[in-house]
């Protein structure tokens, strides 16, 4: 948020973290939607997969918090790119003829043409590195979303401390490659 220009983010955390904010149309007036929860990917049965969100309120009662893959295919989110910053959002069960089903697959039905995701559990602290110098690459140097992208996981690699390809590796561009 901090290198987007004023009045162009949404930040909704805590409480605002929810499924109804997650479905709600106001999110395709953005270029870029950015979701950093949990993901749960099931491979076996991908209509088991989805987002978590906050799953109790304001006042503390239980809420649905559960994005599963059916409401995302359900979204309308002409956006110019998702981001699943969360464990295993990349992965999904492959389908002969269809290719992979999972996260990735719907919230392109959804309306995005490009995904960025991740093939593994993520270090959260790695992650939040990696995307904020993704970010600084995305829109401050105006990068393509794929060479922002392996600027952020290069820069990554060059520090001692995250050199090792499981701190950046994890993540991977998904369609449009312009």
């Known amino acids: 948020a901090r290198v987007v220009p004023p009045g162009q983010v949404l930040q909704a955390l ?5 499924r109804a904010t997650a479905m709600s149309a106001k999110l395709s007036q953005y270029r870029v939607v950015h979701f950093a929860t949990h993901g749960l990917v099931d491979s076996k049965d991908p209509q088991f997969s ?7 309120d304001r006042d503390g009662n239980p809420q649905k918090g559960f994005l599963g893959l059916q409401d995302i295919y359900n979204l309308h989110l002409p956006v110019q790119l998702v981001v699943l910053s969360a464990c295993e959002t990349a992965l999904g069960k492959h389908v002969d003829g269809e290719g992979l089903l999972g996260l990735t697959r719907g919230f392109m039905y959804a ?7 991740s093939l593994w ?3 959260d602290v790695a992650a939040a590195e990696l995307m904020a ?17 392996r600027e952020a996981q290069t820069e990554m690699w ?9 701190y950046w590796a994890a993540f991977q561009f998904q369609g449009d490659w312009r």
């Open 14 to 18: 805590d409480f605002e973290a929810s």
């Open 50 to 56: 989805g987002l978590v969100f906050s799953l109790v």
């Open 111 to 117: 309306g995005a043409p490009r995904v960025v995701a």
């Open 133 to 149: 110098k993704f970010y600084a690459a995305l829109e401050e140097r105006h990068l393509r979303p794929a060479a922002a992208l």
């Open 121 to 123: 559990n993520i270090n």
């Open 158 to 166: 060059k520090q001692d401390r995250w050199r090792h390809p499981y």
